[in-house]
């Protein structure tokens, strides 16, 4: 069982304008024989999952989506070999097409995940083009993830690619992963948890690889 997800702490990066989670002291064992935290922060905080309605009003929330929306089998695209601003193109896709065709979810990985904590992280990470966003719709992907800190470019301020997966189709989009690199270039089973909040207009999650 591989962790794909990040740990949350106060110094973690988040979101450009957004404020960093916080975890404060809400019982102490001294005080009152236990411990337990208080702990804020953003839906989008960390390894997380966005849904339709992270965008449009009326669309799919979280809590809405059948549990087994979360569930299934997923392949990772290795994409490590890019460069800083670069397109993952179809080809990525079409070189293990017949795996593709069967996953629930595709993962791909940059390698994004050792800057994270770095300014680095906040960079001109590769994304996907808009043939890639055309596969994932077209085959009916539960979800799509990646170990960098947006399916758009930070600089994409409209977000081009989120709008065009979520305007019509019930998929999510899984941010921040980590370890991509640790589950080889087969399809195993994938968990992507959300808490089950009302209106869950996104959610940190635990993702998890199960393999054979």
Not at 5 to 32: C, F, R
Not at 70 to 84: N, Q, R
Request: proline letters at 6%; hydrophobic letters at 40%; a negative charge.
């Amino acid at each position: 069982i591989i962790d794909m997800t990040h740990v949350i702490s106060e110094d973690m990066p988040v979101y450009p304008g957004t404020e960093g989670p916080k975890l404060q002291p809400a019982n102490t064992y001294e005080k009152d024989g236990f411990k337990e935290t208080l702990m804020i922060m953003y839906t989008h905080t960390g390894t997380h999952m966005d849904p339709p309605a992270h965008l449009f009003a009326g669309r799919t929330t979280l809590d809405q989506f059948p549990v087994s929306q979360f569930v299934g089998k997923a392949l990772v695209i290795d994409c490590s070999d890019l460069k800083e601003g670069d397109l993952i193109t179809i080809d990525r896709i079409e070189k293990v097409r017949k795996k593709a065709d069967k996953a629930d979810f595709l993962l791909f990985r940059m390698g994004w995940d050792k800057y994270w904590g770095t300014e680095q992280y906040f960079g001109d990470y590769p994304y996907i083009d808009d043939p890639v966003v055309d596969y994932l719709i077209k085959t009916n992907k539960k979800g799509v993830g990646l170990d960098v800190i947006g399916i758009d470019p930070i600089a994409h301020e409209e977000l081009p690619i989120h709008k065009k997966l979520f305007r019509n189709n019930e998929i999510v989009v899984i941010e921040n992963l980590m370890n991509l690199d640790l589950v080889g270039d087969d399809l195993f089973l994938f968990c992507a948890l959300p808490l089950k909040h009302i209106d869950g207009d996104g959610s940190p999650i635990r993702a998890i690889a199960i393999l054979d």
